[in-house]
């Protein structure tokens, strides 16, 4: 019953992305990590691993958007 309404609301935040161009602030927000490397010497950037984590609803509408189109284009050739 829930999934419904989420995918109901899905639905429309594509459907709205989609058709004005425009993409929602939060969707392009990111988490960026600085992991540091043991082996390595601390002033050397390559000392340090980058790790970015990506909106959650961003990564779900990019796939479903992917999804959509893939199908129109296996439709229609």
Known sequence: MVILIIVENLAEITSYCFASGIILKSLKKFITVVLYKEEKK???????????????????????????IFKAVKEYK
């Open 42 to 68: 601390l002033l050397f950037l390559g000392s340090y691993r980058l790790i970015t984590f990506k909106n959650m609803l961003a990564k779900v509408l990019k796939k479903y958007i992917a999804n959509i």
